[in-house]
């Protein structure tokens, strides 16, 4: 059998922390998201197709011709068309039974010996905010109907997009026709290859998507990564008089003295200078923090959420940050400002 893994999109809605890099090499619990991935499905297949894109050179820089003695191959998205588009850029090397899966979120490894077990199946998991995903509905443990993010789910099963497939599913792909938004969506043939076949839905043992910056950070949580101070990376440089918790600091970041940072992200060479606060705690009268994504503000769905820095960015000594606020990658801000929203250019004035 052989693995899939789908890792070429550019991952806009991850901003500032992927401006940079592909989503998949962002770090959890100290390893590149894809690693965690190849990880557990390692000892069920012969070799893994990688499908890059976005970061191509990066990402195959990284991971090398081999990982954990297992081969590596990639083929190259040139074009971002969708998932059903990614995964016909591999069809020409699938032989027969394949896994397919995200290069960008977390599954479990019992996910994959879960999945594997059966002849045709695919990984869900019961959420609480289904509308973000693809909802499926299943009959005696079969899928019946799937709806891409509905507004009002008729199930709590979301797609975790983790797959045991064969190539009968290729033409189904294949026959599909450019969705609204321009893109070829995989999603749209699992009704038809369950009507074939019988796709068993198997639920997941802990799948997260890595959808937002703030889903990095309650991954880690979630897996028990680092300390009460989070995980922070050995090369990253905290003053001792710095206040961190439940943070993730990436590596080469500094933190300064007095300065106060909880439940935040900060990505590679970002600078947070000598007391500066970052307020995590949701505004009057939320009860979940918000941030903005695309010019739309998003509910984190999290009590505490503060910062995330971009690489490289700088904020200068006693700067106050709102909660949800992000800062892109290069930014300076200047000492002693208040920041209410996102900074994306070098527009703040002291």
């Not at 639920?203 to 990564?225: K, N, V």
């Not at 705690?281 to 739309?296: A, Y």
Request: aromatic share 6%; proline share 6%.
């Amino acid at each position: 059998m052989q693995g899939v893994l789908l890792a070429a999109g550019e991952s806009t809605r991850t901003r500032p922390l992927t401006n940079l890099r592909p989503k998949p090499l962002l770090p959890l619990c100290g390893r590149p998201i894809i690693e965690h991935t190849l990880s557990g499905i390692a000892p069920l297949v012969e070799e893994v197709i990688i499908v890059v894109g976005f970061g191509a050179d990066v990402l195959i820089s990284h991971l090398g011709e081999e990982f954990l003695g297992l081969p590596l191959r990639y083929v190259n998205q040139e074009h971002r068309l969708g998932s059903g588009d990614a995964l016909l850029q591999a069809a020409g090397l699938i032989k027969g039974d394949f896994l397919l899966a995200a290069g960008d979120d977390y599954y479990p490894p019992d996910d994959f010996s879960a999945v594997s077990s059966k002849r045709h199946a695919l990984v869900a998991r019961r959420v609480k905010d289904a509308q973000r995903f693809g909802v499926i509905e299943a009959k005696d443990g079969v899928l019946i109907e799937f709806e891409e993010k509905p507004a009002k789910p008729k199930s709590e099963l979301a797609n975790s997009s983790l797959y045991h497939l064969d190539r009968g599913f290729l033409p189904l792909v294949e026959a599909l026709s450019e969705s609204e938004c321009g893109e070829i969506e995989l999603t749209r043939a699992l009704k038809p290859y369950s009507e074939k076949v019988g796709l068993s839905v198997v639920e997941s043992a802990g799948w997260m998507a890595i959808g937002y910056p703030w889903d990095l950070l309650t991954a880690s949580e979630a897996l028990g990564g680092g300390d009460e101070r989070g995980w922070i990376d050995e090369s990253a440089q905290l003053h001792p008089q710095a206040r961190v918790h439940n943070s993730i600091i990436m590596a080469r970041a500094s933190v300064g003295a007095k300065a106060h940072l909880a439940n935040s992200i900060i990505a590679p060479g970002a600078v947070v200078e000598a007391g500066v606060k970052a307020e995590d705690k949701p505004l009057p009268g939320e009860k979940t923090v918000f941030s903005t994504v695309k010019g739309r503000a998003v509910d984190t769905l999290r009590e505490r959420f503060g910062c995330v820095l971009g690489d490289r960015a700088q904020v200068g000594e006693e700067t106050m940050l709102a909660c949800g606020v992000k800062i892109w990658p290069g930014v300076y801000i200047p000492p002693g400002v208040m920041v209410n929203d996102d900074v994306m250019e070098n527009r703040i004035q002291g």
